[in-house]
């Protein structure tokens, strides 16, 4: 059951729209998905670096695709990979398949992927394009002596 209701934000904001859709679809915490665990680390000003613990996959039983602003990460073993022809008595590494999804902000990419140690590390960077920049705007003076005006006769 949702406590917080966002239609009075719809009236008074403009351009926000995506972000409260974002927050209204957002699932309870009980059927919120725990596997695979992960992290999300700043790396520098405008890099991030995500990290998830894949224990049992390979690189090629894993699947990475960026679309639309919206990061996703797949894992799938096969049966016969898993097993390797005997029998588990006891299974207490997960090597069930998996998709988890991660919402980007606008501007933000992909830079690169590796598998180390059972981690697999997605580095990610924020390029924002030149017109969105922060630029500097020089004041300049006035005409005339101390910064007056000369006036015109009429």
Do not use: C
């Not at 926000?16 to 009980?30: G, Q």
């Not at 639309?68 to 590494?93: A, C, D, M, P, Y």
Request: hydrophobic share 35%; proline share 4%.
């Amino acid at each position: 059951m949702r406590s917080v209701d966002f239609a009075p934000l719809y009236r008074s904001t403009i351009g926000f729209d995506r972000l409260f859709s974002m927050l209204d679809n957002m699932s309870p915490a009980e059927s919120a998905q725990t596997y695979p665990p992960y992290n999300i680390e700043r790396t520098g000003e405008n890099a991030y670096r995500i990290s998830m613990a894949v224990a049992g996959f390979g690189e090629d039983d894993l699947t990475i695709e960026a679309k639309e602003h919206t990061l996703t990460v797949k894992g799938e073993r096969s049966e016969s990979e898993s097993n390797g022809g005997s029998e588990v008595l006891f299974q207490g590494i997960a090597s069930r398949t998996f998709e988890r999804r991660f919402q980007l902000a606008e501007h933000v990419e992909v830079k690169s992927a590796n598998l180390e140690n059972g981690l697999l590390h997605i580095d990610l960077i924020r390029e924002l394009p030149e017109a969105m920049k922060p630029r500097r705007i020089s004041i300049s003076k006035a005409n005339g002596k101390n910064g007056k005006v000369k006036q015109i006769d009429a």
